[in-house]
């Protein structure tokens, strides 16, 4: 764990919450994968109790993670990679991979892998006012509902959380159920959502590590204005390095073609 946030304490509580696009956060994600369509309609009678969720929530964030930039040291980002909008610790054995949009040759996500386990990762630009995840958790649940998946929202380890089953077909033909886990962090004015999937949606030790990455994540926001729920931009680092030979695959990984948005279960 890192023990980043403790100097900055009443800096970051002052700092306001988040908002993300809704397109990219939400709905249109349920739509282009059937894991992130699973995630959020359940809890709408619960949503009274949002505005002092967020501000509890806000307050442990800035100690236990994942950060704003405004809350980090600069030597405590030493043998971070550099994203643009994101800060990602490097750590043995995880890879990295840049989730890129086919059409915009964008980078839209992030994607930690170790093992069978991973998680995507992006990051919105939201309203100082406000948190995002509430309304964010069921516009996902709605879309994994209308796709015939079944969600459960519960408490975890960054708040409510939504787990999404979904229909699929499993390689030998059979039907079966794609598990994706998603959770939402709001912070000054920006929102970050992960979406955990292979074993860290359904193995406690897979999922606890992961969640343990997640937590290490920097986010930088940066002082421009931007609507909510747009993107925070995300570059391809210098040491990026495309996939060539699959024996010696590198931490940091760019496809090589089109988008590795990811893919549920």
Not at 31 to 36: G, L, S, T, V
Not at 79 to 86: E, Q, T, V, Y
Not at 224 to 238: G, Y
């Amino acid at each position: 764990m890192l023990g980043f946030g403790r100097k900055k304490k009443d800096q970051a509580e002052q700092e306001p919450a988040v908002d993300e696009q809704k397109d990219a956060a939400g709905k249109d994600d349920a739509r282009k994968d059937p894991a992130a369509s699973q995630a959020g309609v359940s809890d709408a009678a619960g949503e009274a109790q949002a505005p002092s969720e967020t501000e509890e929530r806000t307050s442990q964030r800035a100690q236990t993670g994942p950060f704003d930039l405004a809350e980090v040291d600069a030597a405590d980002l030493e043998g971070f990679i550099d994203l643009g909008g994101l800060r990602i610790r490097r750590e043995p054995g995880v890879n990295v991979r840049l989730d890129v949009d086919q059409k915009s040759q964008r980078v839209v996500a992030v994607t930690l892998e170790e093992g069978q386990a991973s998680v995507q990762v992006q990051a919105f630009a939201a309203p100082k006012s406000r948190g995002l995840w509430p309304q964010i958790r069921t516009e996902l649940a709605e879309s994994v509902r209308s796709q015939q998946g079944m969600v459960d929202i519960t408490d975890g380890p960054f708040g409510r959380q939504v787990l999404a089953k979904i229909p699929a077909s499993l390689p030998d033909g059979q039907r079966g159920l794609r598990v994706a886990r998603f959770v939402g962090v709001d912070g000054p004015r920006w929102f970050l959502r992960g979406v955990f999937t292979g074993d860290a949606a359904v193995q406690e030790q897979a999922a606890a590590r992961m969640e343990e990455l997640f937590r290490g994540i920097v986010v930088v926001r940066g002082r421009e204005p931007m609507a909510p729920r747009d993107l925070l931009p995300l570059e391809v680092p210098a040491e990026a390095v495309r996939r060539t030979e699959p024996e010696e695959e590198p931490d940091l990984q760019v496809p090589q073609r089109g988008p590795e948005v990811t893919r549920i279960g």
